[in-house]
């Protein structure tokens, strides 16, 4: 079964801390990876897609790397701030159209 | 806007009631999605549509689930007989691309969160 985990579930830093959240995936042939921020009631914002046949992209603070051969793809957030809190969601499309989701990690930036 | 648009955004029904959930996905977007987002957890895969063909439907969890794209456009999702476990928020989410492709991303919209009383 193709399955997508992030682990941890929750993270807690002070403000200016750079984040680092993981997401693993249980197949090395995938098509994309998404990360993406959710806000409390709210719906989901796409921050990065990274293709299968790229390492990694960046926008502004935000850098995701990806490594398929060993399942395992990494969001970094530099120098956080309290606006960063939200949960960060990882999906992929594995064999066909659908996105795979990871169940999140939640981060709390403490001012 | 130009985003993908979600009605309503709150729903309460009773458990039994039937309801209807809308999505007006972005613009000359081929492909549609549902997903399905239990409390604490990642969005799961509902159904797809191409233009107003649904395409997959593997993900509807039973056949009080049902899904509808008559024009191509505006999707809805209608549970009938609602029970408790229908309790999550439902995603509804567009993409340009049909079929799969590296650079097809999926735009989501801010889903409606559904209480089963």
């Known amino acids: 079964k193709q399955e997508v985990t992030q682990i941890p579930a929750a993270l807690s830093v002070p403000e200016g801390e750079n984040l680092v959240l993981n997401c693993s995936f249980t197949d090395s042939a995938i098509y994309n990876l998404q990360w993406f921020r959710q806000d409390p009631g709210k719906g989901l914002t796409s921050l990065l897609l990274i293709q299968s046949s790229q390492r990694e992209q960046t926008s502004g603070r935000l850098n995701a790397s990806l490594d398929k051969s060993s399942g395992r793809s990494t969001l970094y957030i530099a120098a956080s701030q309290p606006g960063d809190s939200a949960t960060y969601l990882c999906?992929?499309?594995?064999?066909?159209?659908?996105?795979?989701f990871g169940a999140g990690t939640t981060v709390t930036v403490r001012a | 806007g130009a985003g993908v648009s979600q009605s309503p955004r709150y729903k309460v029904a009773k458990r039994g009631q039937d309801v209807a959930l809308r999505c007006d996905p972005i613009s000359g977007h081929v492909s549609l999605f549902w997903y399905q987002q239990a409390l604490g957890q990642g969005p799961e895969f509902l159904t797809y549509f191409q233009n107003e063909a649904q395409l997959d439907k593997s993900g509807l969890p039973s056949d009080r689930f049902f899904a509808e794209r008559p024009e191509g456009s505006v999707s809805t999702l209608k549970i009938q007989r609602t029970q408790q476990e229908d309790s999550a928020v439902y995603l509804c989410?567009?993409?340009f691309g049909t079929g799969v492709a590296p650079s097809y991303e999926q735009y989501f919209g801010p889903g409606t969160r559904l209480t089963v009383t």
């Open positions: 999906a992929v499309t594995f064999d066909d159209y659908k996105l795979s």
């Open positions: 989410a567009s993409s």
